[in-house]
């Protein structure tokens, strides 16, 4: 199916995204599942893959923990590696 997308600021009808949950577990141990998944590691390769579904807009998430380490100061190093 091919939808025009003339109108639209995204680069196809279906979306993907990576599991990028940032938070406290029950015992206050932070989990951050990008290392776990290791989608940090294999950056190029994940979306080399979604080219095979013509997937082409695709939702990152932002770790909050490593943009704000301390209150109100910021660090966005992360955010420019993806």
């Known amino acids: ?4 997308l003339t109108n639209s600021p995204f680069q196809s009808f279906w979306w993907g995204g ?3 949950t940032d938070q406290l577990n029950a015992f206050g141990n932070r989990v ?6 290791g989608h940090l590691q294999l950056l190029d390769e994940d ?7 013509k997937v082409k807009t695709v939702r990152e998430g932002i ?3 490593h943009i704000e380490k301390t209150p109100y100061h910021y ?5 420019r590696t993806m």
């Not at 979306?47 to 579904?53: K, W």
């Open 32 to 37: 951050d599942f990008l290392p776990l998944t």
């Open 63 to 65: 770790r909050w923990a």
């Open 18 to 20: 990576y599991e990028c």
């Open 75 to 79: 660090d966005w190093s992360t955010v």
């Open 47 to 53: 979306y080399a893959d979604l080219g095979q579904f």
């Open 1 to 4: 199916m091919t939808i025009p």
